[in-house]
């Protein structure tokens, strides 16, 4: 575009830069991004299916070389949505499942085992794996349901919260040993707190 439209001597270079040259410039960059973007997402698919291969095979230093390059790929990747993000990057972040899903333009895949909790008592049953939709689909709802309800308690026997069964209830009697030292206003710090104002004290016309 830029070669087909060349700025001539009669023209006005403001103009030419305007029309011509910066969307040409912008479509350039989007297509070289897109075809950048399609040549990440298969390479990392290939170093997957490498990975898988080499765990199958229980080759150990190929599969470390592959989980490297993995790594490095998606730093690359967790580097450009920082800054298309225009956030502070923080040294050792890294992309939970969803910015991995937003990335990748396919939603995060649905879990497909989950661990029930550790038993915190004698003669509970054991912490188990769960294979099937529907007990994984009942452990996920009764584990928020009972987080969203404030019934998850932790013990120094069970350091992992668990559910109690009731939800949180505050001890109101402990209420005075955090407030004793605070200090207070005095008299005519309440009162000017409670005398009126108006918005033309604060802006006077």
């Known amino acids: 575009m830029l070669i087909s439209h060349p700025p001539t001597l009669t023209s006005d270079p403001a103009d030419w830069w305007e029309i011509v040259a910066k969307p040409a410039c912008r479509i350039f960059c989007q297509k070289l991004s897109k075809l950048l973007a399609h040549r990440r997402r298969e390479t990392l698919s290939l170093l997957r299916a490498a990975l898988q291969a080499a765990l199958a095979a229980k080759d150990w230093p190929t599969a470390a070389t592959i989980k490297e390059r ?18 502070p990057n923080i040294s050792g972040d890294e992309e939970d499942i969803f910015a991995l899903a937003s990335e990748s333009g396919r939603p995060p ?5 989950v661990r029930t909790a550790w038993p915190t008592e004698p003669g509970q049953p054991p912490s188990k794996i769960l294979n099937d939709q529907h007990e994984i689909e009942a452990e996920i709802v009764a584990y928020f349901e009972a987080l969203f309800n404030g019934c998850h308690v932790a013990t120094p026997a069970a350091p992992e919260p668990v559910d109690s069964g009731q939800s ?5 009697s402990l209420v005075p040993d955090f407030t004793t030292h605070l200090p207070r206003l005095t008299e005519g710090q309440s009162e000017s707190l409670e005398a009126p104002s108006s918005c033309w004290s604060y802006w006077p016309p």
């Open 70 to 87: 993995i790594k490095t790929e998606d730093t690359y990747r967790h580097q450009g949505a920082v800054t298309r993000a225009r956030l």
């Open 109 to 113: 895949m649905a879990a497909t085992k």
């Open 168 to 172: 949180f209830v505050p001890d109101m």
